[in-house]
């Protein structure tokens, strides 16, 4: 009884925080500077439904997660890890987070009503994707707050939901949906025993040349609506996998921008990898050449790709490295420079590296001869909010690579 008095008196604290929510509800404050920062970090998604379904992710997982770690999980943790979610976040609404052993997806939404709760077929009908619980999350960025008001099962889900078969989600109406939160953490902490999911039948396993094909079909971020491309169980089976998924979105992300901002934050995507990879035992000298010859001894980030030339040329790759030093009044300098990969010493005679404006304007432009072991651009500064793009190009064949501050 003690233990209950305890619980019981933490939601009343909860309460006192946020007067003016229902008392069944739970309500929890969106700062401006979280607000900023998700919105930010959403940039880096392939279109704009999914950076806008990312941004309403991160602001319901940060709130939420905090709050849950403070009142009754420490050890609550997001299921995968963060740096796994932008994959899921690219084709599919919904945060998983373990607590005290359960899973519990948090469904934010937008709307206005409390009629259903819509959850994506992924996460009820993937195994290994399946929740204990299901929250509704209501999120008001513009206003400050996220609004938790109900919750169900995945049997519930199961049993009662509505399946739509045209955007594949189950929609759960209001009058099976629990609304009282203070009960769902009272089942949650001394109900642990309790059945919370249903049968779900295994999806079918995916060669490995199927999923060759369906990268290549699916890698192009014009394709929006990707989870809606196949049949459920071909994607859902797709999905599961987490190195198929992490590929399909490392493919989208190729084509979009690169936030340099999360490379200071010591975030990089897969593409872009460590100097030594390309480099070895000679990363050091090019490390210290950007230190010392061209006044970066303060490089906070510096990343490599391996750029295919196809065709083009005999040598048919190249490295692209970019480094980054801050500078005041939030700007950055940026030293792009064009390597040989390891094992070969020149570059391609009249390979071209060139930087161009968001607009498409041509601003500095290098050309290697036929000795010339890398070329740079001159050093430039980027303001944050701005776009701009490398270009990496020989006879009639370019490579560009957009990034953003």
């Known amino acids: 009884m003690q233990n209950l008095a305890l619980v019981l008196h933490q939601f009343e604290v909860s309460r ?12 929890l404050e969106v700062s401006p500077l979280l607000r900023s920062q998700s919105w930010h970090h959403s940039q880096i998604y392939a279109n704009p439904s999914s950076r806008w379904c990312a941004y309403l992710n991160q602001i319901c997982l940060d709130v939420f997660l905090d709050w849950v770690k403070q009142e009754y999980f ?36 937008e709307a206005i009503d409390d009629r259903e709760l819509e959850i994506p077929q992924e996460w009820v009908d993937i195994k290994s994707w399946a929740a204990d619980y299901y929250l509704a999350v209501q999120v008001k ?12 099962t995945h049997q519930e889900v199961k049993s009662h939901a509505n399946y739509d078969a045209i955007d594949r ?12 939160i203070n009960a769902f953490f009272l089942t949650y902490q001394f109900c642990r025993q309790e059945e919370t999911q249903a049968a779900i039948a ?27 491309a196949l049949p459920f169980t071909v994607w859902g089976a797709f999905l599961e996998n987490q190195q198929w ?46 230190r010392s010859s061209y006044g970066l001894r303060d490089v906070a980030a510096k990343r490599a790709k391996l ?81 701009f793009c490398i270009q990496v190009g020989i006879n009639n064949f370019q490579i560009v690579e957009n990034f953003i501050f």
């Not at 609550?76 to 359960?102: H, Q, R």
């Open 16 to 27: 006192m925080t946020f007067a003016f929510a229902e008392p069944t509800e739970l309500l």
């Open 74 to 109: 420490p050890d609550a943790k997001i299921w995968y890890g963060s740096a796994d979610m932008p994959s899921f976040w690219e084709f599919v609404n919904g945060t998983a987070i373990l607590c005290g052993g359960k899973k519990i997806v948090l469904i934010p939404s």
């Open 141 to 152: 960025p513009n206003e400050d707050w996220v609004r938790v008001w109900g919750y169900a």
């Open 169 to 180: 989600t189950y929609c759960l109406p209001a009058q099976q949906i629990s609304k009282d």
């Open 202 to 228: 295994s999806l079918p396993e995916l060669s490995t040349t199927q999923a060759e094909n369906l990268l290549q079909r699916l890698g192009n971020p014009s394709a929006t609506f990707s989870r809606l």
């Open 245 to 290: 998924r992490q590929q399909l979105y490392d493919r989208r992300q190729s084509q979009i921008k690169v936030n340099l901002s999360q490379w200071l934050e010591g975030r990089f995507s897969s593409t872009w990898e460590a100097l030594e990879t390309f480099f070895g035992a000679n990363s050091s000298n090019i490390a210290l050449g950007l």
């Open 307 to 387: 750029i295919d030339l196809g065709m083009q040329v005999e040598r048919k790759t190249v490295v692209l490295l970019v480094a980054l030093i801050p500078e005041v009044d939030r700007q950055i300098s940026v030293r792009v420079q064009l390597h040989p990969p390891a094992g070969e010493s020149h570059l391609p005679e009249n390979i071209k590296l060139a930087l161009v404006s968001e607009s498409g304007d041509l601003l500095q432009q290098v050309q290697a001869r036929s000795q010339d072991n890398f070329v740079q651009l001159p050093r430039f500064d980027v303001e944050q909010g701005e776009n």
